[in-house]
């Protein structure tokens, strides 16, 4: 019987079989060992590399304008004169004073201590100063009002050429705010703003020939004064200059000249030109 078996199996293996890996035979199955599977190596795991830690370092900022922000990045982080922890690296970098944004650069920080320097443009930090001056006088946004700080700050910025500050310290010369009443150094600050153009120093100016404050008195001078200011159109100058056309002074006596500059003023609502039309009939 054993012998006929293996006959068998060995016609089932000549025809082919009946399935890859089983032989079918009378009374059982044989099963065809498997073939073994070829040895697979497992992958080398990657070794995680350590992170980086970040390096941080202090750097100083200085900057040459008063109460000067300091934007890192583009957000802000406060005073710009003072030293500040950064991340090793190139930071974006900005300067505002009072809202006037004048100074942006690029900083590298790669070691401790290291100093930048924001130098701003002489007008900005002028405009800086002049913000600080008129806080002082006026004493706003937290500032205690004192017109010698005022006046400190206001000549700070006149002598960088700011106009507005050197009718300021005109001002404060002419009421005695801060410094020692003097129409002379009045009508020298007004004088400097004036001839930049700048409109309410031109008024002042000519409010100072009017009336011979600091100056010889001239209508005409006055009138030169207040023409370029009104011309520019500073209310105040207007009605003034409406007021040397009614009365004649340092022009040829105009009514109609005199209601058509106190229309102009009465229009921004100056109450004085107001007035005087009314007085005229208008």
């Known amino acids: ?109 790669s070691s401790n201590n290291k100093s930048f320097d924001l130098t701003l443009s002489e007008k900005s930090d002028a405009e800086s100063q002049y ?58 600050w007004y004088r400097k703003a004036a001839e930049q153009g700048y409109a309410a120093a031109q008024f002042n100016l000519g409010h100072c020939y009017h009336y011979g404050n600091g100056v010889t008195q001239s209508y005409t001078e006055a009138v030169n004064w207040y023409r370029q200011a009104a011309e520019q159109g500073f209310a105040k100058a207007q009605n003034n200059l409406g007021v040397c056309y009614e009365e004649g002074y340092g022009v040829t006596k105009s009514v109609t000249e005199a209601v058509k500059w106190y229309r102009k003023a009465a229009e921004q609502g100056n109450s004085k030109a107001k007035n005087n039309l009314r007085r005229l009939g208008y």
């Not at 005073?79 to 009072?98: E, R």
């Open 1 to 109: 019987m054993k012998r006929l078996k293996w006959i068998w199996v060995a016609v089932a293996l000549m025809v082919g079989g009946t399935a890859v890996g089983q032989i079918n035979i009378p009374g059982g199955s044989i099963q065809k060992p498997p073939v073994p599977a070829a040895k697979q190596r497992p992958k080398p795991k990657k070794q995680a590399r350590p992170k980086k830690q970040a390096k941080y370092y202090d750097v100083t900022f200085n900057c040459n304008a008063y109460d000067a922000d300091l934007y890192i990045d583009g957000d802000y982080v406060g005073d710009a004169n003072t030293i500040w922890t950064l991340k090793a690296g190139s930071h974006a970098v900005k300067v505002v004073t009072d809202y006037y944004n004048d100074y942006s650069t690029t900083i590298n920080v």
């Open 131 to 188: 913000m600080l001056a008129v806080n002082y006088y006026e004493g706003r946004s937290g500032f205690p009002q004192n017109y010698s700080e005022a006046v400190k700050h206001f000549l700070n910025a006149a002598n960088k050429g700011h106009a507005k500050s050197q009718n300021w310290i005109g001002y404060c010369y002419e009421k005695g705010n801060g410094v020692t009443q003097s129409y002379a150094e009045a009508v020298k």
